[in-house]
C-alpha cells in the first residue's frame, strides 16, 4: 500500500524566513503534485512535477522531485502572509488515482 | 477560471434523505473522474473513479449502495449520498484531467455536506 508522509504536518514561521516541505513516498511514482487549499476552498494546483530532477518555481515556491529517493520538497522563500494555507503533495500511482500526503498546515506570522 | 465545477457548493439534509452532488467539467471531455472525501483538518481520501458510460469503480472501504456515482455524458459526473446519515456529513471534491498529457489534475470546488 502506497504511504505519503509530509514532514512537518504543522508550520509556524514568521515574514521573511526560507523553509521547506518534504514529502516521502513508499513506492515507485514518476508523479508528483503539490496543492495548497485555503479553509473552506478546494485544491489549487500548485506543480506537477512529471521526471526525476524535475524542479519548478512559481514565486516564492519551489518544487523538486528525486524519484530515486522517493522524495518531493517544497521550498518557501522569504515567506509572505498570504502564503498561509495548507499545503498537500500528492503522487500518481494508478493514473490519476491520487494518494495525498497528510497535508503541512503553513501559519506565516507578520 | 475554474475547469471543473460543481455544484451544490453547501447543502444540508435531514437523516435519511438523499443528495445529489454534481461534477462538471467545463471546457473539455472527461471520460474519467474522480471523487475524493475529506474530512475537517484531514487529507483527501479517493472514493471512487466515476467512468462514462459504465460503472464507477470503488476503492475499498467505500459502499457503493450509498455513494451512487452516475457520468452519464462526457462532462457531467454525479454522485447521490443515499439514507444520509450524520457520519456522511464531509467535503466531497471531484476531479478531472485534461486529454493534453500534461498530467495536471483539476479539482472542483468541493461540496459540503451537513446531515441534520
Known amino acids: 500500500e502506497l504511504k505519503v508522509e509530509q514532514n512537518p504536518l504543522f508550520l509556524s514561521m514568521q515574514e521573511g524566513k526560507n523553509y521547506t516541505i518534504y514529502c516521502n513516498y513508499s513506492t515507485t511514482s514518476d508523479r508528483l503534485y503539490w496543492y495548497r487549499q485555503d479553509p473552506g476552498k478546494s485544491l489549487e494546483s500548485l506543480f506537477v512535477?512529471?521526471?526525476?530532477?524535475a524542479v519548478k518555481q512559481e514565486g516564492r515556491l519551489m518544487a523538486s522531485l528525486d524519484t530515486k529517493a522517493r522524495l518531493s520538497t517544497l521550498h518557501i522563500t522569504a515567506a509572505v502572509h498570504d502564503l498561509s494555507a495548507t499545503y498537500f503533495c500528492?503522487?500518481?500511482?494508478?493514473?490519476?488515482?491520487?494518494?495525498f500526503g497528510q497535508g503541512t498546515r503553513l501559519t506565516i506570522n507578520p | 477560471g475554474a475547469v471543473v465545477s460543481q455544484h451544490p457548493s453547501r447543502v444540508i439534509c435531514k437523516s435519511g434523505t438523499s443528495v445529489k452532488i454534481e461534477c462538471r467539467s467545463l471546457?473539455?471531455?472527461?471520460?474519467?473522474m474522480f471523487w475524493y472525501r475529506q474530512f475537517p483538518k484531514k487529507s483527501l481520501m479517493l472514493m471512487a473513479t466515476s467512468n462514462e458510460g459504465s460503472k464507477a469503480t470503488y476503492e475499498q472501504g467505500v459502499e457503493k449502495d450509498k455513494f451512487l456515482i452516475n457520468h452519464a455524458s462526457l462532462t457531467l459526473s454525479t454522485l447521490t449520498v443515499t439514507s444520509a446519515h450524520p457520519e456522511d456529513s464531509s467535503f466531497y471534491i471531484c476531479?478531472?484531467?485534461?486529454?493534453?498529457?500534461?498530467?495536471?489534475?483539476?479539482f472542483g470546488e468541493g461540496s459540503r455536506l451537513t446531515v441534520l
Open positions: 500528492a503522487v500518481d500511482p494508478r493514473a490519476q488515482k491520487l494518494v
Open positions: 471546457d473539455f471531455q472527461a471520460t474519467t
Open positions: 512535477l512529471l521526471s526525476n530532477g
Open positions: 476531479s478531472a484531467s485534461r486529454p493534453d498529457n500534461t498530467g495536471e489534475l483539476f
